[in-house]
């Protein structure tokens, strides 16, 4: 497992946070996905085998209102 914080933009609330998460965490080989609004990031703990960087950044991009750096 890897364990990487990434930068987003454009999270402002609770709502915000939630969705982000449910992105990330729905993908297969993220163990855990948790955000941190105060910080505008979040910490990814995935299989790097199985989901990439690239992966995760489009399914939060996809979301609309969200922009994941990688």
């Known amino acids: 497992m890897t364990q990487k914080q990434f930068n987003v933009s454009g999270m402002k609330c609770a709502n915000c946070k939630a969705?982000?998460?449910?992105?990330?965490?729905?993908?297969?080989?993220?163990?855990?996905?948790?955000?941190?609004?105060?910080?505008?990031?979040v910490t990814v703990c995935y299989d790097e085998t199985v989901v990439t960087p690239q992966a995760m950044k489009n399914a939060v991009d996809d979301l609309g209102r969200f922009e994941m750096e990688i």
């Open 19 to 41: 969705n982000v998460e449910r992105a990330l965490n729905a993908l297969e080989g993220v163990d855990e996905a948790v955000v941190s609004l105060e910080d505008a990031n």
